[in-house]
């Protein structure tokens, strides 16, 4: 636990900060309309589940003012590179973004639960303080408003009328449902199960969030709620009036009250970061603008393929990702992808793998279904937005790195693995890193011929230069038949791995983590150790308890400090 707390310390603190201002704002407001003499009459006849209403409606415009801060996708990146000076717990902070923001989604749909059943149960009692059941005060309250010289409190007119289809004609009403069908199906779609299986199904509802904020926005004009105003506060004793209702108008310490809405508030909550975000949009509007140079493109027989591009301007750090854009195919989805290129090359490139629909459409407009791909000029135009930074990112910035790649979860280390490379080889550059440790889980390497290329080359070239210990392999195949099975027994004694023709083996089966972090800490007991993995959730969750389990209490013994790749 202290070694879970030493490492999480900040998400820790950030999330007890998130709801601390939650739970205030809640019994904050929640206290000022139980509390307030405007709402004696409200409470009267809506007794507790106004300030429910209303502390839950508080607690929404909070989080609706922090749910598009963290897909401000410029911002992060910008807040990332700044980060470089206050160490590496606020970038691992930032590479939560997304974590970050689904937690703050939750909170939009709890506290819109709590407004949505409030304000149904306040319209069934508005609807029953019609009655004459309800006593003599409720009923001389939802009677104001019947002359022209006085206001109402009471929305629902009287006891006949159809209260859904009263509701239905105001404006806080209508703008209600629209926000709460707009915010099920963002909600819905945006379950793992739908991402991985249509991701365009979760792009396109997700954009719902335009009729979200301006509903949220519009829904406080409808004024549902009303509360007695300050000058009939002053001219209207409530305290002694409202045990004296038979005296209204008839003494002067007495005169009818009068009532009026709050004024919306929601814009005053979200107008900054809606502005932020259109500043946002524009610049990736801007980039999308920009041309694209398509300098190459490789079909892999493993249902992958290689794009290299050009771009003016285009700066990019190892371990970045981009967003693709191909307008013949979409003119809306952006799909993001990793860069496979290094910095240190006059180009970047992407490995696109053949899964989905989009991806499908694109082999097809690039002519990778033929025999031939299409002469580069005939090829589709692509636009890209980035590059952005992700946790791969710090890799250089620990003395021992452990990458860990599960599947296609391979390529952010492409771009990694070449510029390791290209560092070792500039005697200008000096690197603080000494070591990294290479794990690639991985069902079929045929898969991802073109990544075991990568390796088998650098693989020669760092023993061409004396450093074959800087760089250790340990790649651990999870899938064979009983061919490859007797293949491999026959040539075990080879000097080339006959799987990956690596000189370090490969490993048959899933490793022991346990035993591999138990060896690494061993190997480096005072170190900080960076461990940057991609892949599967189920895996990652394992990793992070593991780096957690073999990091010392004692800052001054070993730290494994865990990043995993999201976009």
């Known amino acids: 636990m202290g070694c879970w707390i030493l490492n999480e310390k900040l998400s820790v603190l950030l999330l007890l900060v998130w709801l601390g201002l939650n739970f205030y704002l ?68 930032l590479d939560k973004n997304i974590t970050f923001h689904k937690m703050i989604a939750y909170g939009i749909a709890l506290n819109a639960t709590i407004h949505i059943v409030a304000h149904s149960i306040n319209i069934e009692r508005y609807h029953s303080s019609q009655s004459k059941e309800a006593g003599e005060l409720q009923n001389k309250l939802s009677g104001l408003g019947k002359s022209p010289n006085e206001s109402y409190l009471n929305p629902i007119r009287s006891y006949e009328t159809n209260t859904i289809g009263q509701v239905l004609t105001t404006v806080a009403g209508i703008t209600g449902v629209v926000i709460t069908v707009a915010l099920i199906l963002i909600m819905t779609s945006s379950t793992e199960l739908i991402r991985r299986s249509c991701y365009e199904v979760f792009w396109y509802t997700h954009h719902l969030f335009v009729v979200f904020f301006i509903g949220l926005i519009v829904h406080g004009m409808g004024q549902l709620v009303r509360g007695q105003t300050p000058q009939s506060l002053l001219l209207h004793n409530v305290t002694y009036c409202k045990d004296h209702y038979w005296e209204w108008e008839n003494t002067t310490q007495c005169p009818l009250p009068e009532f009026s809405g709050n004024k919306p508030v929601a814009w005053k909550w979200v107008l900054s970061p809606m502005v932020l975000y259109i500043c946002e949009r524009i610049v990736r509007f801007w980039r999308f603008r920009q041309e694209v140079i398509i300098t190459k493109v490789v079909t ?160 020669t070239k760092m023993a061409e230069k004396w450093k074959n210990d800087f760089l250790s392999f340990h790649i651990f195949l999870t899938g064979w038949d009983e061919s490859q099975a007797t293949h491999i027994a026959l040539h075990c004694d080879d000097k080339m791995d006959v799987i990956t023709g690596l000189r370090q083996k490969t490993w048959y089966g899933r490793p022991n983590w346990d035993n591999e972090f138990k060896k690494l800490a061993e190997n480096h007991p005072s170190n900080s150790i960076g461990v940057f993995f991609c892949g599967p959730k189920a895996l990652s969750k394992i990793l992070q308890k593991t780096c957690n389990s073999y990091s010392s209490v004692d800052p001054r013994g070993v730290q494994f400090h865990y990043n995993k790749e999201s976009f």
């Open 26 to 93: 809640f019994i904050d407001t929640f206290h000022w309309y139980e509390d307030d003499n405007a709402y004696i009459y409200t409470r009267i006849m809506l007794g507790s589940t106004l300030a429910w209403a209303r502390a839950s409606a508080t607690c929404l415009n909070f989080n609706c003012m922090l749910i598009l801060l963290p897909v401000c996708r410029n911002l992060i990146s910008f807040l990332r590179g700044a980060s470089i000076y206050c160490g590496g717990a606020l970038k691992r902070q």
């Open 300 to 459: 892999h027989s493993s249902g992958v393929l290689e794009i290299h591009m050009k771009k003016h301007g285009f700066r990019m750090g190892a371990g970045q990702y981009i967003f693709l854009q191909c307008p013949s195919v979409s003119q809306l989805e952006w799909h993001p992808f990793t860069l496979t290129s290094a910095p240190e090359e006059d180009y970047f490139s992407v490995h696109i793998r053949l899964v989905g629909d989009w991806t499908a459409a694109l082999f097809k407009a690039f002519g990778a279904e033929e025999k031939a791909l299409k002469e580069l000029w005939m090829l589709p135009r692509l636009a890209v937005d980035g590059p952005y930074g992700s946790a791969t990112t710090d890799i250089f910035h620990y003395r021992v790195s452990v990458c860990i790649a599960a599947g296609i979860g391979v390529t952010p280390f492409a771009s990694i693995l070449k510029s390791i490379w290209y560092k070792c080889c500039n005697p200008n550059t000096v690197l603080a890193l000494q070591k990294v440790y290479f794990y690639w889980i991985c069902r079929d390497p045929s898969a991802f011929e073109w990544f075991a290329d990568l390796l088998f080359h650098l693989e």
